[in-house]
């Protein structure tokens, strides 16, 4: 009897073996809750009637912006899982530009809900796999959808830009901002790539005095600093033969740290006419070439001019703009068609650009240069931002940003979809009703899915200080009669056709917020254990 009941307490045993699932649980719920609560940072700046955020940084720098991808950056997240809602607006930004507060806020959303089906018992792979397949269907929704849009038709671009500015602190300039944003775009659309935007090609120069009405597109090169008149030389140049010179006009230095002790007067005044001749020999070069405006490169070695070769170029009758910076000369000679001058042994003619005019402005209380007229330029284009504070400046400058990555979008996506909330609402009533279709766990966490993506126009009623139940009921019922683009009208503050009323954004924006946002949530729903090395 003994040795058959042995085995038997030794199989009991094994089965009933404790297993502590309460860490992993209490660290999946320490995480969802970390990310939620950046998620709610930046619910309260979504949409038009969003509140906007004031950020004082430990330097004493104040940020005044409700863009979702600043007031994130900014802000200084510890929790490792929170972090990577940071990091999802931050991917959001660059995938589109826009729709970085509609991203964190999907995903704050989603975490609420992965919380309750964990409380129901459900496995979080269940979960991961369903949001994965719910997601893949949410795309298709939009896809259908969605309206094509050709790049001939300029009103749909700049309606678009205007729907993502209306939502920034300088809204009230978008009427000027949106069509400088499409137009800058456009005009840099390479047609060997016809899908592709470089924005680096659309430089933004920030100069601070008067408003923001007065942000101009300028066909040409502008530079935030003064022509260098030390000795009296010329602020203004028709038909410029301009040079981008990487060495300096100064007396040479020796190439290591070395000492000249000078005993008498004799050789003092051979050193000093050396340093002349030297440099008027590199004027009479630059000169030779039929070059008047000269670009340099700062320099950190030595100066890259002395007073004595300003003077030797004003009486050459060479414009200088000194102090370029090493970033901008691939934009410069990009922009001016010519080639960058390392060695003055290389100057030679064929190297220089040609415009029509570089002169020195006055604006607000400093000086810029313009430098117009440009022969064969290339594929660039300046903006110059103009503000009445910095503050104003920066989150113009921001804006406009976010303004030229939506006309990026539709270049690279030729599609538009409805704002307002619509595409949320309609993504919601149709997963429901999928989610009737599926068997088992699937159709319960899609279900969830769904219902989280109705936070959108819920949190778009609420900051516009509308009745947000009310609304989004009425919202369903209008799209379940099959008004697909029914959404939400804050300044009415009322429902309505978002299409007529031209509230559009670019499908790639709404279709990486939904990608990203699940990407980010199954990797937290994933996560069981933090592993801390010091």
Same mark, same amino acid.
């Given at each position: 009897?003994? %040795?058959?009941?042995?085995?038997?307490?030794?199989?009991?045993?094994?089965?009933?073996?404790?297993?502590?699932?309460?860490?992993?649980?209490?660290?999946?719920?320490?995480?969802?809750?970390?990310?939620?609560?950046?998620?709610?940072?930046?619910?309260?700046?979504l949409?038009?009637?969003?509140?906007?955020?004031?950020?004082?940084t430990?330097?004493?720098?104040?940020i005044?912006?409700?863009?979702?991808?600043?007031?994130?950056?900014?802000?200084?997240?510890?929790?490792? %899982?929170?972090?990577?809602?940071?990091?999802?607006?931050?991917?959001?930004?660059?995938?589109?530009?826009?729709?970085?507060?509609?991203?964190?806020?999907?995903?704050?959303?989603?975490?609420?809900?992965?919380?309750?089906?964990?409380?129901?018992?459900?496995?979080?792979?269940?979960?991961?796999?369903?949001?994965?397949k719910?997601?893949?269907?949410?795309?298709?929704?939009?896809? %259908?959808?969605?309206?094509?849009?050709?790049?001939?038709?300029?009103?749909?671009?700049?309606?678009?830009?205007?729907?993502?500015l209306?939502?920034?602190?300088?809204?009230?300039?978008?009427?000027?901002?949106?069509?400088?944003?499409?137009?800058?775009?456009?005009?840099?659309?390479?047609?060997?790539?016809?899908d592709?935007?470089?924005?680096?090609?659309?430089k933004?120069?920030?100069k601070?005095?008067?408003?923001?009405?007065?942000?101009?597109?300028?066909?040409?090169l502008?530079?935030?600093?003064?022509?260098?008149?030390?000795?009296?030389?010329?602020?203004?140049?028709?038909?410029?033969? +301009?040079?981008?010179?990487?060495?300096?006009?100064?007396?040479?230095?020796?190439?290591?740290?070395?000492?000249?002790?000078?005993?008498?007067?004799?050789?003092?005044?051979?050193?000093?006419?050396?340093?002349?001749?030297?440099?008027?020999?590199?004027?009479?070069?630059?000169?030779?070439t039929?070059?008047?405006?000269?670009?340099?490169?700062?320099?950190?070695?030595?100066?890259?001019?002395?007073?004595?070769?300003?003077?030797?170029?004003?009486?050459?009758?060479?414009?200088?703009?000194?102090?370029?910076?090493?970033?901008?000369?691939?934009? +410069?000679?990009?922009?001016?068609?010519?080639?960058?001058?390392?060695?003055?042994?290389?100057?030679?003619?064929?190297?220089?650009?040609?415009?029509?005019?570089?002169?020195?402005?006055?604006?607000?209380?400093?000086? +810029?240069?313009?430098?117009?007229?440009?022969?064969?330029?290339?594929?660039?284009?300046?903006?110059?931002?103009?503000?009445?504070?910095?503050?104003?400046?920066?989150?113009?400058?921001r804006?406009?940003?976010?303004?030229?990555?939506?006309?990026?979008?539709?270049?690279?996506?030729?599609?538009?979809?409805?704002?307002?909330?619509a595409?949320?609402i309609?993504?919601?009533?149709?997963?429901?009703?999928?989610?009737?279709?599926?068997?088992?766990?699937?159709?319960?966490?899609?279900?969830?899915?769904?219902?989280?993506?109705?936070v959108?126009?819920?949190?778009?009623?609420e =900051?516009?200080?509308?009745?947000?139940?009310?609304?989004?009921?009425?919202?369903?019922?209008?799209?379940?009669?099959?008004?697909?683009?029914?959404?939400?009208?804050?300044?009415?503050?009322? +429902?309505? =056709?978002?299409?007529?009323? =031209?509230?559009?954004?670019?499908?790639?924006?709404?279709?990486?917020?939904?990608?990203?946002?699940?990407?980010?949530?199954?990797?937290?729903?994933?996560?069981?254990?933090?592993?801390?090395?010091r």
């Amino acid at each position: 009897m003994a %040795a058959v009941t042995a085995p038997q307490q030794h199989r009991s045993s094994k089965t009933e073996s404790y297993v502590d699932n309460k860490r992993k649980e209490d660290i999946r719920h320490a995480n969802i809750v970390a990310a939620r609560a950046v998620a709610s940072a930046v619910r309260t700046s979504l949409g038009p009637k969003g509140m906007d955020k004031m950020i004082s940084t430990s330097s004493d720098e104040v940020i005044i912006t409700n863009d979702g991808a600043t007031i994130l950056n900014k802000m200084q997240v510890l929790q490792p %899982a929170a972090k990577m809602l940071v990091e999802l607006s931050k991917s959001q930004d660059s995938a589109a530009g826009d729709g970085t507060t509609t991203v964190v806020v999907i995903a704050g959303a989603l975490l609420e809900q992965c919380l309750i089906l964990l409380s129901h018992g459900i496995h979080p792979t269940v979960i991961s796999d369903s949001l994965h397949k719910a997601s893949l269907k949410a795309l298709d929704v939009l896809s %259908a959808m969605a309206v094509p849009v050709e790049l001939s038709d300029k009103d749909s671009l700049v309606k678009s830009a205007s729907t993502s500015l209306n939502s920034k602190v300088v809204s009230q300039y978008s009427t000027l901002l949106a069509p400088l944003a499409v137009d800058s775009v456009l005009s840099v659309v390479d047609p060997a790539t016809p899908d592709m935007v470089d924005l680096r090609d659309i430089k933004i120069v920030k100069k601070l005095g008067g408003t923001v009405d007065d942000t101009e597109l300028v066909k040409g090169l502008v530079f935030d600093k003064k022509v260098s008149h030390a000795a009296g030389g010329p602020t203004r140049m028709e038909n410029a033969k +301009i040079a981008v010179i990487q060495f300096q006009i100064s007396p040479p230095k020796t190439d290591i740290e070395q000492s000249i002790v000078v005993s008498d007067y004799s050789q003092m005044d051979r050193i000093l006419k050396e340093e002349r001749s030297y440099i008027l020999g590199m004027i009479k070069k630059i000169k030779s070439t039929g070059c008047n405006v000269l670009l340099i490169q700062k320099s950190i070695l030595r100066d890259a001019v002395t007073d004595l070769s300003l003077h030797y170029l004003a009486k050459a009758k060479i414009l200088v703009i000194k102090d370029v910076e090493r970033d901008d000369i691939e934009f +410069i000679t990009k922009t001016l068609n010519c080639l960058p001058i390392a060695n003055i042994e290389h100057f030679r003619a064929e190297k220089l650009g040609h415009a029509d005019l570089v002169e020195e402005v006055s604006l607000g209380d400093g000086k +810029i240069v313009k430098i117009t007229g440009i022969k064969d330029m290339g594929k660039t284009t300046t903006v110059l931002v103009r503000g009445s504070n910095q503050l104003v400046l920066d989150e113009a400058d921001r804006s406009l940003h976010d303004a030229l990555c939506v006309v990026r979008c539709l270049v690279a996506k030729r599609f538009l979809i409805a704002g307002g909330g619509a595409p949320e609402i309609e993504l919601s009533r149709q997963l429901g009703a999928w989610a009737k279709v599926l068997h088992g766990m699937e159709g319960y966490c899609v279900r969830a899915f769904a219902e989280a993506l109705e936070v959108i126009p819920y949190t778009l009623a609420e =900051n516009a200080g509308l009745n947000p139940i009310a609304i989004v009921t009425e919202l369903r019922n209008r799209h379940a009669q099959g008004e697909i683009n029914a959404g939400i009208n804050v300044r009415k503050g009322q +429902i309505t =056709n978002i299409l007529e009323e =031209n509230v559009v954004q670019p499908l790639l924006v709404s279709t990486s917020a939904i990608t990203l946002a699940t990407e980010c949530v199954r990797m937290i729903l994933k996560i069981d254990d933090i592993v801390t090395v010091r």
